[in-house]
């Protein structure tokens, strides 16, 4: 079950919506929450990211990512009964979320770790996927390894123990892909 052969542990969960339950999140997803462009640093320049993304985290936790504190906006209703639904199929909880919405293919995410130091070191995160499908791949630090697999509609990953040490991961984009996809990413920030 593990997708990674070393240093760390991925597991694909499969779908856990159906079609018609998955297409009802995207729609309320897409339409309720605050979406904005993402800022982000790079090489000491401002720059605004064509992905939209809104955070999410228990009342009193300020979102911190990317060497900036984000407004992080209270779960909605739909939010609340997906976290509510993974941590029941996982067993663990959850304190915030990143979510991502991607407009096409031409939009992705490059090699990252979730590494961030207001996250509790090699607590689970657990990735939900609407829409569109897309393939995410993983690559060893030190060798270069390459795993890769196809987020399905409705479909659950999630990442936990060293993961984030030894591998970073990417959304490659995907020209020829037309349409959104939205990612939730839920973690735990320390409090
Ligand atoms: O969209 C995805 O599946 C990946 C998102 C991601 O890696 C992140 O938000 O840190
Ligand atoms: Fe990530």
Known sequence: MNLLPRDGTAIY??????????????????????????????????????????????????????????QAAEWTPELAEIKARI????????NSCLANLYHHG?????????????????????SISLGA???FSFRHK?????????????????MKDETQDYWKHALPKAAKIKEPRINLTFRTMIV
């Open 106 to 126: 031409g939009e992705g995410m490059g090699w990252h770790s979730d590494d961030e130091k207001s996250l509790v070191k090699h607590a689970a995160i657990a």
């Open 133 to 135: 499908e897309r393939v």
């Open 87 to 94: 941590e029941n199929i996982t067993g663990l909880s959850f």
């Open 142 to 158: 030190l060798d270069g390894e390459t795993v890769s697999l196809l987020l399905e509609n409705g479909s659950l990953l999630v």
């Open 13 to 70: 969960h499969g779908r856990i919506f159906d079609e018609a339950m998955a297409r009802n999140s995207y729609e309320r997803l897409s339409s309720t929450l605050p979406w904005r462009n993402d800022e982000v640093v790079m090489f000491g320049k401002r720059v605004v990211t064509a992905r939209e993304v809104a955070w999410f985290a228990d009342a009193g936790i300020p979102y911190r990512y990317s060497g900036t504190v984000k």
